[in-house]
């Protein structure tokens, strides 16, 4: 089968869905290459491959024939019509796996670990049901899929004891169904993809304010489904608390927590639909927090002596109600690796004159504390803020490290592929824990990471900054890179992925602060909930979905 | 028996819970007493009782027997000491109903609707999964008591089809456990109580901030179990906002979401335990985010010219990130009413000064909003708040109806106890929506309440006041009182009750804002999370606490 454009979408007729690499990340039309001084970084400090790697073909990658009956196929296309099923290897390909590493990995080589043996376009949420109904008695696993952008191996399908793995992309619900000013909601159906709500809201002077790396494709299903925080949750929210009522499809009825600003009616069901990650349903609608497009942003970079200043710089504005939108603190390493790549010309040129000189290239922590909102409200939050950073021994350094930062903060995915194509390694993984052991856990994950790149002979960087604030605590995002062990790349990452994960659990941290469980995660997440909350999400689950057909393998092990 | 002044506090050995009257609310030692002029308003505007109807003695109260079986009490008294398991009849009373309505006209009539078979007092958490273990053995509902505050009969014990019933009361479980200040939590068993808590905090410069009108006998753990939210609570943040990490032992095993900043682990389990209001089993710890104590405060008074006017005003407030911590903003009925009861000499006397002479007395509608925090961080907020205020046609009035305001916060539940004796029906109810329904939503249940009332031939006052605020809404509290149908005051009670639940449903509110569902607001769960959530609740208890002995007949219908 050939690859043809109007497939890069994988698209339904009805979507705007934007098209992405079958076998990495972004628009497929983007121009590869690295600036010959990030490679001469690269080789300089991990190592890269020989020759370049790209991805095979696309007609080169191995799928099993789909194993979907007959009899069920049929079914399938009498109730979502014959362009609402469709298995096509290109279709297949892109539904087969998200975009963490090993799914990278795998795809490029041509060999991803399975793939759906159909793609279903749902055109009416009211198909979701009796799809629900058809599916449980052929026994057809049903793996929902929006962006496509799981890092955790969320939307990879995982059969099962299932005759067939479907996947179930969402992209035609993609309505706007209401914005309500005076209550600053937004109701739109879950396929609708993040920008195209931005732009919608931008319009009416509203935003939702989610901006996780993935942006530029995530759906909003996805982040409900996934307790996905973005670059400025700390300001505007985590998802989940941007959701105010929902609909979940399930396999035992319709779940609909009202839009409510606040309820004591029992259990909170909004909190066991959101992060529920496929497993128990569909969430095909939402009711978002919107709130006023801001009319004005400052991005402020700060230089701190060190990690453990600058942490307790954030601890303070988190506490003392001065925190920015956008917090994110480098630790030295970061920083540095962020000078290096942004080159003589970029970021590092222009810090030169404000900072570098004065203190000397390479030593120091840099943060980008953002502020939005209204005009003068700016001002004064930013001036409030700065103040006390300074009065923690942090160096303001004016705009420049801001817009670098926002010019790119949604590049790093680029960047990814980039470096698996020189044979490198990279990957992030995220953590948070209260203020008193967040450097505890800090130094112990960078230890574990670094301890395990090491003993397989691919020593590496080991990156770290804290990007959400709390006034209890905050998360740690790290990011590693080392040169990749030549075809045992997969078991390298699952070395270093085990260290950090036993070191993260140990000392106190979660397994996940935005990223979700999936597969990757699963071996902590008994650690996370205990025995006894593994049982009463097993129940649920049960009671919600007793053919076990939704996202088999996810979220609850065993 | 009799009546005796170490039984007013039914104190287990270990604890400093302050003593309650049996038949009402509060300090058993409180004088009773109206003054003449409130007297006069409530002869005037409702009609009272000929002749007082003080409480009947206790010893008169009726209770039926004790029906724990012998051998059961025996086996309880193995595990928790012979001082841990009480069948006095003192005991029994004070743990047969919390303190709503209907149950203060039953225990003031002698007829309480039941009362435990026996009261126990645990004295450690590790006697709890024994105890679950026992109870399930020989089929004992176990009812978790705290400050037994709840008006919605959530610790009124119900049998069921159970052999006896036991109330847990968890006041011997106070200890307060770690001050983690730099992380600002705090972690305290869960009989602690609200006030205990705070002095303790206070000694380190710190609160938690919660302050419902029950604060003064209020535990934690019933705080959590019913989703509070306290007077400050726009400010500090509802209950389960302020739950972190917590304990809870269930016939099934010990259930311990860590304190973790945030997580994107899979559904919150939390948000499962935090509102479960005992059904699947007692919350024994928790830990708590804190704040650093205030260090000034300013309670503003406001006018504005009607209802729909403050709304406004504080929509502004609270979608443009200028809300108080404390907002509340009466109807005009409720405006009259709180200058009516303060009397000539007091909030109505220096009002008079302020306002009343400029706009007349009676009209519009008064709104406290009260600020706390740092110096200098109280001024500029307040100065913020009321500029905007004024810009909505709000009349700042100075401090004195937020001060009286303040002495008198805890007071209602005490008037009420005076009502009763005067034969005056009182009772509030709460809900809350979207802005863009709050206001047909008011209109309905006062009319639904007044109406009731009507029919029935006591017509009565009807008040309201906006009590929460959120970016998306607010919550509304009712008030409403009328004489007692003398012999029908139950009836009377569920007719107006039926009418106000209904409005409510119909109208976009939830049932309840910070009451929790109990047994009074059973008739509407299903409204409020349809029939799939209520299946998944079962499932979940089922799974959790197999036998049904967790406070059975709560919460969950049917």
């Not at 309500?180 to 304010?209: F, M, N, V």
């Not at 504390?369 to 350094?397: D, I, K, Q, T, W």
């Not at 691919?458 to 590693?480: D, K, R, W």
Request: proline letters at 6%; glycine letters at 12%; a neutral charge.
């Amino acid at each position: 089968m050939v690859w043809s454009g109007s497939l890069a979408s994988g698209a339904g007729a009805a979507s705007d869905a934007p098209a992405m690499r079958w076998w990495g990340w972004g628009d497929p039309d983007r121009a590869p290459g690295l600036p010959a001084h990030a490679l001469e970084f690269l080789r300089e400090s991990t190592g890269i491959a020989a020759q370049p790697r790209p991805p095979v073909a696309l007609g080169n990658v191995r799928l099993a024939p789909s194993e979907l009956p007959a009899g069920a196929r049929a079914e399938l296309r009498a109730l979502l019509g014959a362009d609402g099923v469709r298995d096509g290897h290109a279709e297949r390909v892109l539904h087969a796996a998200g975009k963490g590493y090993p799914d990278l990995v795998r795809l490029r080589a041509g060999e991803p670990r399975g793939a759906p043996d159909a793609v279903l376009y749902p055109a009416a949420p009211t198909q979701l049901q009796p799809l629900f109904e058809l599916c449980a008695r052929h026994s057809l696993a049903v793996v929902p899929f929006g962006g496509g952008t799981s890092v955790v191996g969320g939307v990879a399908p995982l059969r099962g004891e299932h005759a067939a793995a479907l996947a179930l992309d969402l992209r035609a619900l993609a309505a706007l169904v209401e914005v309500d000013h005076e209550s600053r909601t937004a109701t739109a159906q879950a396929g609708l993809r993040a920008p195209a709500l931005e732009r919608r809201l931008a319009a009416q002077g509203l935003t939702l304010g989610h901006f996780p790396q993935s942006y530029e494709y995530v759906s909003l299903g996805g982040c409900a489904a996934t307790r996905s925080a973005g670059q400025a949750s700390t300001g505007y929210g985590r998802f989940e608390e941007l959701v105010l009522g929902l609909r979940m499809a399930t396999p035992a009825g319709e779940l609909a927590p009202r839009a409510l600003p606040a309820s004591a009616a029992g259990p909170d069901l909004r909190e066991l639909l959101v992060g529920s990650e496929g497993t128990l349903g569909v969430i095909h609608e939402l009711t978002l927090r919107v709130r006023a497009a801001p009319s004005r942003s400052h991005y402020e970079g700060v230089f701190f002596e060190d990690f453990v200043s600058g942490a307790a710089a954030l601890r303070a504005l988190a506490q003392e109600h001065l925190a920015p939108d956008v917090a994110r603190l480098s630790d030295e390493s970061e920083t540095r690796m962020s000078l290096a790549l942004a080159g003589a010309g970029g970021l590092k040129g222009r810090l030169g004159r404000a900072y570098v000189g004065a203190r000397g290239y390479g030593l120091g922590c840099l943060a980008i504390l953002g502020f939005e909102g209204a005009g003068r409200e700016v001002g004064r939050r930013c001036a409030g803020a700065l103040s006390l950073v300074r009065r923690h021994g942090g160096l303001p350094v004016g705009r420049s490290p801001g817009e670098a930062w926002r010019a790119q903060r949604f590049a790093a995915p680029y960047l990814r592929d980039e470096l698996l194509t020189h044979g490198v390694m990279v990957e992030t993984l995220e953590t948070a824990a209260t203020w008193s052991r967040l450097l505890e856990l800090y130094g112990a994950v960078a230890r574990a990471i670094a301890g395990s790149l090491e003993e397989q002979g691919t020593p590496g960087l080991v990156m770290c900054h804290v990007s959400h604030l709390y006034e209890t605590g905050a998360s740690l995002y790290f990011t590693f890179l080392a040169r990749q062990r030549e075809g045992e790349e997969l078991a390298q990452w699952q070395a270093v992925k085990h260290a950090a994960g036993e070191a993260i659990v140990a000392h106190g941290g979660t397994i996940t602060h935005h990223h979700a469980i999936g597969c990757a995660h699963l071996p902590w997440m008994e650690d996370e909930v205990g025995s006894t909350g593994l049982a009463a999400l097993r129940a649920l689950k049960a009671r919600l979905d007793p053919a076990g057909i939704m996202n088999p393998g996810k979220l609850l092990p065993g």
